[in-house]
Structure formats: C-alpha cells, structure tokens
C-alpha cells in the first residue's frame, strides 16, 4: 500500500544536538510538507517542497532545514538554533495540482523531546 | 493574511449526541476549506471539503456547508459514536497559495 512513512516514532535529544527526521513517501506525489504540531496550537507549516531540489520557507522555518534531492524524500533538520525544538511533527505530501484539489496525506508523525 | 478559527474544545458528548464544530475563516478571494480529522496516535486525514460557496461537504456520517455570507464552515453529525472521539481541524486553501492553512484543532470526546 502507498503511503507516508515517518520515522522514528520517538526521538530524544540533548539540547545543542542537531538531529534529523526522515520522510518518506511512495504516492508519487510532487509535493512535501512539515508541519509542527503543538497542543493548542494547531499544525503550522516549517518548509514545504513542490519538486525535486526546491524548497520553501513556511510560517515558522526558524531553526530548521531540509533537502530534497528525491521526489520521495523530504528530511526535516531540527537545529539546535530552534529554541523550542520539543513538539509533534508531521509529514505531509499531495499531487501537483495542490491540496486545493488533492487531500493532503500525512505520515503518523514523530515526536522529538529534547532535553 | 488568511487564517482559519474553530471553537476550542474539548467538547465532551454522549453516543448518539448531535456534534456541531464551529469553525470560521478569513480570506481573500475564493478559497476552498476542508475538514481534517487527527485519530490518537495518527498523522491528519481528510475528512471532507467544499470548493465554492454553497458546497456541502459529506463523509461518514459529517456533512459541513460552505457559507460564504457568514464566512463558516461549521461541522455537523447527527448521531456521534465513541469510534468519532478524534481531534478535528478545520483548514483553508488560499486561492493563490500552494499550503493549507489550519485552525487550532478541536478535541471530541464521546462517551458510551
């Protein structure tokens, strides 16, 4: 089955670490997304990816980086410039056409705490 | 800039309740709106959505109209089930922008 496959579930960190989460998608889809998840705050966008090798800066991208050399991958960097690292993160992908007119599929997320 | 407000939550029901979850937005020109429904432990997953204005959305029982007179897109089910217990997120599509944009989310909580 095709699919969104965030991993790992749970990741901990010592403060100063920069650490990576991975994202990866076999729908096929042109564009990737990272939202932070945060109680009561609802998902807001760090970067997103409409193709390969190109990338954009979201509402909170402060802190964080990512690459896109495959269509398949999208890799998250959470720096240790991010002041408040600790959160729910969640991948996202859909069709060219855009989540407009094509759902948003999300990956089961991964939780970082860092302490 | 656009954005989108639902009702802060939690909302706590009995089985077979009538749920209604307010959500309303701002926004220029036409966008399209969605509802989103996060299950515990799981990544968002598309619940409905409307295009245009007088749209209704419809899924499992949900149904949500596109009110563009009062900027709305409120969710309803007539009949909630434990199974519904989730967080729900109401979410905008710009009409020139390539990201959705996401309310605060709503927990529901149904008991039986």
């Known amino acids: 089955d095709g699919g969104i496959t965030q991993s790992p579930k749970y990741l901990f960190r010592k403060e100063g670490q920069n650490v990576t989460l991975s994202c990866e998608q076999n729908?096929?889809?042109?564009?990737m997304y990272w939202y932070r998840q945060d109680p009561g705050q609802g998902l807001r966008l760090i970067y997103y990816s409409q193709i390969v090798n190109d990338f954009q800066k979201g509402d909170i991208a402060e802190g964080y980086s990512v690459s896109r050399e495959k269509k398949e991958s999208f890799p998250l960097t959470v720096t240790s410039a991010q002041k408040n690292p600790t959160a729910f993160y969640l991948c996202?992908?859909?069709?060219?056409?855009?989540?407009?007119?094509?759902?948003?599929?999300f990956g089961n997320g991964t939780r970082l705490t860092v302490t | 800039g656009d954005s989108v407000t639902q009702m802060e939550g939690p909302v706590t029901l009995s089985e077979e309740a009538f749920l209604t979850i307010n959500c309303t937005y701002t926004a220029t020109g036409y966008p399209s709106l969605f509802w989103y429904v996060q299950y515990p432990g799981e990544g968002l997953q598309l619940l409905l959505k409307a295009t245009k204005a007088d749209d209704k959305g419809s899924n499992k029982g949900f149904e949500a109209t596109y009110r563009k007179e009062t900027t709305s897109f409120h969710l309803e089910k007539g009949s909630v089930q434990v199974s519904d217990s989730a967080v729900y997120f109401c979410a905008l599509g710009p009409q020139a922008g390539t990201a959705l944009i996401f309310g605060k989310g709503t927990t529901l909580s149904v008991s039986s």
């Open positions: 729908l096929n889809h042109d564009a």
């Open positions: 996202a992908s859909t069709h060219t056409s855009g989540p407009r007119n094509s759902p948003l599929h």
